[in-house]
Each structure stands twice: as structure tokens, then as C-alpha cells.
């Protein structure tokens, strides 16, 4: 089975451009939820979105954003980009959003570098 | 405030010995979830373990062990005979409503 899928692996942009990352979400599976990891650093919640629907929201600008589509894939975007937003981004997904399983299952993520 | 804290930045132990990353957390909740994640250099987060509040028993899954200690509010892991193969970076993690708060992780060095 297919875990969860994220593209672009790498990618590089620079400054003030804009970027959309992919992923879809294991079979089945309902919620995404995107993090942010920062070189050195533990993951940062972004987002999470459940049924389309955004869920919940961690503390970045409002250059960032994402939505979920009908068939759970969902896409973040970065707009603007600033050096510091040079990382990698990790998709999650996971039956609801209450993780009643337990488990948020991560995809590889895209990393992004920022020039 | 709800936090995760693991002092140990990196590690290095010789393989088949044992070791432990520590984990603390701060939480005001009575009811928590507690996880384990693996970060290989592939980038991908492995879940290894989830423990709630409620269940202090200690967990053995083969050569991995956690202690929890809701008095100390501590979750160590304990690698036993070591390999490798468990060189990554290794996170600790709570729970809070819908997301997850990680620590900064412990770099996991095992040296042949």
C-alpha cells in the first residue's frame, strides 16, 4: 500500500517567489496535516485540515497557506518567500483529525531551499 | 504551557551497547498522548510508540523500552544492545488537540 506521497522532493526558489507543495494522504485516510522542520529543529505544526475543512492552524504568517481537496490530496503554499523559509516540509495524514489511532503517518517531505 | 524538552542534543555510543534518550514534557492536561518518532536520513518520520496518560506501564517491543514517569513527567527510551541501523534523529513528542508538539530531537550516533 502507498504511504503518504509528497512532491516536489527538492526544490529550490528564491527570494519573494512562490511555492506549492503536494501530498496525498494514505488510502483512506481523511486528515492532512503539514509541518514545518527547520534545520536542527523538531517539526512545527502549520496546518491541518479534516474534510476540507481547515481544523486547525499553528502559529505562521499569513503567507502560508493550504486546502485539502475532494479526493484528500492537499497542497500548502508559500508566498513571498523569505530565506528563513528554507526547510523541510512534512505532510501527515491520518484517519481524523483526533488521531484516535494513535498515529500521524509522515511522507518523506519536499525540502525546500530559499537563495 | 506545552512543551517537549530533550536535553540530548546528539549521542555516540559503540554498537551492542545500550542507551537512553531522555524526554521531558510539560503539559497542563490531564489527558495526554505521549509518542516516540524515528527520523531516518531519508527525512521520513517513523512512529515507534504512543503511550496516554492514563497507561504508566513500561513498554518492551523487542530491543526498544520506554519508561514513563508521570511524577518526573519524563518518557525516556531505552535502545538495548545497539546497532547501526539505529542511527538517526530521534523525537519525542505530546499531543495537543489536534496536532503534535515535538521536541528538538536527539541525534543518534552508533558507531561500529
Known amino acids: 500500500d502507498a504511504g503518504v506521497t509528497q512532491s516536489p522532493t527538492h526544490l529550490i526558489k528564491t527570494r519573494g517567489q512562490h511555492v506549492t507543495l503536494r501530498c496525498s494522504p494514505i488510502?483512506?485516510?481523511?486528515?492532512v496535516s503539514w509541518y514545518q522542520q527547520v534545520l536542527g529543529q523538531g517539526p512545527q505544526f502549520i496546518f491541518q485540515?479534516?474534510?476540507?475543512?481547515?481544523?486547525g492552524r499553528g502559529n505562521f504568517p499569513d503567507r502560508f497557506s493550504a486546502r485539502q481537496f475532494p479526493n484528500y490530496s492537499s497542497e500548502l503554499n508559500v508566498n513571498a518567500l523569505l530565506l528563513g523559509d528554507s526547510a523541510l516540509y512534512l505532510c501527515?495524514?491520518?484517519?481524523?483529525?483526533?488521531?484516535?489511532?494513535?498515529?500521524?503517518?509522515f511522507g518523506e517531505g519536499s525540502r525546500l531551499t530559499v537563495l | 504551557a506545552q512543551k517537549v524538552t530533550q536535553a540530548q542534543t546528539e549521542i555516540s555510543v559503540v554498537e551492542k551497547e545500550d542507551v537512553t534518550l531522555d524526554c521531558v514534557y510539560e503539559?497542563?492536561?490531564?489527558?495526554?498522548?505521549l509518542f516516540w518518532y524515528k527520523q531516518p536520513p531519508s527525512g521520513e518520520l517513523v512512529f515507534l510508540i504512543r503511550?496516554?496518560?492514563?497507561?504508566?506501564q513500561n513498554e518492551i517491543s523487542g530491543r526498544y523500552s520506554w519508561n514513563f514517569q508521570k511524577s518526573t513527567s519524563s518518557f525516556n527510551f531505552t535502545i538495548t544492545a545497539s546497532q547501526v541501523v539505529d542511527s538517526a534523529v530521534y523525537f519525542c513528542?505530546?499531543?495537543?488537540?489536534?496536532?503534535?508538539?515535538f521536541g528538538k530531537g536527539t541525534r543518534l550516533h552508533i558507531l561500529p
Open positions: 501527515a495524514s491520518s484517519l481524523d483529525p483526533g488521531m484516535s489511532t494513535g498515529e500521524l503517518f
Open positions: 488510502s483512506g485516510h481523511k486528515s
Open positions: 485540515y479534516y474534510e476540507k475543512e481547515e481544523r
Open positions: 503539559t497542563r492536561d490531564t489527558t495526554y498522548y
Open positions: 503511550r496516554n496518560s492514563f497507561d504508566e
Open positions: 513528542a505530546l499531543r495537543r488537540d489536534d496536532k503534535i508538539i
